[in-house]
T-cell receptor, first 115, second 110 residues
Framework: DAGVTQSPTHLIKTRGQQVTLRCSPKSGHDTVSWYQQALGQGPQFIFQYYEEEERQRGNFPDRFSGHQFPNYSSELNVNALLLGDSALYLC??????????????FGPGTRLTVL | KNEVEQSPQNLTAQEGEFITINCSYSVGISALHWLQQHPGGGIVSLFMLSSGKKKHGRLIATINIQEKHSSLHITASHPRDSAVYICAVRRREGADGLTFGKGTHLIIQP
């Protein structure tokens, strides 16, 4: 039973570029959430996708966008990269939307460095 | 002031000791999550609770809704328990998603 997978593992970009990160949920899960974790900090919620729609969103600018595909996998896109976007990006999947009744299963993360 | 505060920030203990990590929050919540993060980034969900107490192996999580406080206990600690432990809450109102604490960095020495 495959867990949550993310690609790529590491990524280096320069300011102003655009990046796409990918996430495949745990088998049987239909909901994907994305988080940003700066070095030494706790994660911050970016958004959650369910039924191919963004259902919840944290306090992130419109440069951060996402997509969910019919097979429940998801992409996180970040445009016009800033140095401050350097972080570990974590994806988590769950069975059903929300966070009150749904355990989150996390992927290994993608380490993004913006130069 | 952060809405979710953890203490201590760092904790070093000897193998076998009983460990307590605390989480206090200042907002109404519908659920609280305890997560474990190992070096390299991978996060594992340990507990999700909204009342009372849960136990899994050597780990115990408790929550007091009235006092807005939760604790994570580790009995008979082992070096493999060394990790960052993160508390996160689902707010009943307001911000979407989960709101995270900064984590407690635990080192268990042999």
């Amino acid at each position: 039973d495959a867990g949550v997978t993310q690609s790529p593992t590491h990524l280096i970009k320069t300011r102003g570029q655009q990046v796409t990160l990918r996430c495949s949920p745990k088998s049987g899960h239909d909901t994907v959430s994305w988080y940003q974790q700066a070095l030494g900090q706790g994660p911050q919620f970016i958004f959650q996708y369910y039924e191919e729609e963004e259902r919840q969103r944290g306090n992130f600018p419109d440069r951060f966008s996402g997509h969910q595909f019919p097979n429940y996998s998801s992409e996180l896109n970040v445009n016009a990269l800033l140095l401050g976007d350097s972080a570990l990006y974590l994806c988590a999947s769950s069975l059903g939307p929300g966070f009150t009744y749904n355990e989150q299963f996390f992927g290994p993360g993608t380490r993004l460095t913006v130069l | 002031k952060n809405e979710v505060e953890q203490s201590p920030q760092n904790l070093t203990a000897q193998e076998g000791e009983f460990i307590t990590i605390n989480c206090s929050y200042s907002v109404g919540i519908s659920a609280l999550h305890w997560l474990q993060q190992h070096p390299g980034g991978g996060i594992v969900s340990l507990f999700m609770l909204s009342s009372g107490k849960k136990k899994h192996g050597r780990l115990i999580a408790t929550i007091n809704i009235q006092e807005k406080h939760s604790s994570l206990h580790i009995t008979a600690s082992h070096p493999r328990d060394s990790a960052v432990y993160i508390c996160a809450v689902r707010r009943r109102e307001g911000a979407d998603g989960l709101t995270f604490g900064k984590g407690t960095h635990l080192i268990i020495q042999p």
